[in-house]
């Protein structure tokens, strides 16, 4: 690891919430968006940690959610630590509240690179689907995303960087960057691997709160937030875990 890397590293970690001692919890984090409703998002969770609000996630089906693994990868912490909001346009009210019986981090994650950045989470009570709570529909393992494709993203996050959060689900589309680019982009902050996806614009981004949430093309789950260097910053996009490399991970346990 280079001298550069682990200095900007601790850098982005010192900015925003959620590091552990001296290991990097980069949240990736939603800028320039709107309102939006929930029963447009109908698979967006609130991820909660003692109660609070701290990440995203999706709806994969009555019984499991998606996120990131940095989301819940704390020193012992245990399952019941973290719990859900489903089916609410606001972070903090409505909905349904439930906790969390299993985490299942990948076991590759590397809580300092944030590499192998997924987490499958099982429900300790299963969930009623209607118009506000549904699962997303996973990708194909093949399934490719041109350059330039608009994606959605939602979330309760940052609304610019380092600023507040929002009560009121946000949503934004992001146009998709290439793996080439976005390599170099943060040729100085690590590698950009096949199993990374990027997307982003100056002043379109997820932001601090979003970690773990969808990244959705044609309906289809494609990414989960990951980590980026600031928010909405001109040149670096949010880079996310691309889900179809984990289909695998993800029926395992489901």
Not at 230 to 246: H, I, L
């Amino acid at each position: 690891m280079s001298q550069n890397y682990a200095v900007v590293v601790l850098w982005l970690c010192t900015a925003v919430t959620g590091c552990v001692g001296a290991l990097p919890r980069v949240q990736s984090r939603i800028v320039g968006g709107r309102d939006t409703f929930i029963e447009q998002h109908p698979y967006q969770i609130s991820l909660r940690r003692a109660g609070s609000h701290t990440c995203g996630g999706s709806i994969l089906n009555v019984n499991h959610v998606l996120t990131a693994a940095h989301c819940v990868h704390y020193p012992h912490s245990v399952p019941a630590d973290f719990s859900i909001r489903a089916g609410s346009t606001f972070r903090n009210e409505g909905g349904r509240l439930i906790t969390i019986s299993q985490i299942n981090i990948h076991p590759k994650y590397d809580d300092w690179t944030l590499e192998w950045d997924i987490s499958v989470l099982k429900l300790a009570t299963s969930l009623l689907f209607d118009s506000k709570i549904q699962p997303i529909r996973l990708p194909t393992r093949k399934l490719t995303i041109a350059e330039g494709t608009k994606a959605s993203i939602a979330g309760w996050g940052g609304l610019h960087y380092q600023g507040p959060s929002t009560s009121h689900l946000q949503h934004v589309s992001v146009p998709v960057v290439s793996n080439e680019a976005c390599s170099r982009a943060y040729e100085n902050f690590g590698a950009i691997h096949s199993f990374h996806l990027c997307a982003g614009a100056a002043g379109i981004d997820a932001c601090q709160g979003d970690s773990g949430g969808p990244l959705v093309v044609n309906g289809l789950l494609v990414g989960i937030v990951s980590w980026g260097y600031g928010c909405a910053f001109s040149g670096y996009p949010t880079v996310y875990t691309r889900v179809s490399e984990f289909l695998d991970f993800i029926e395992k346990h489901i």
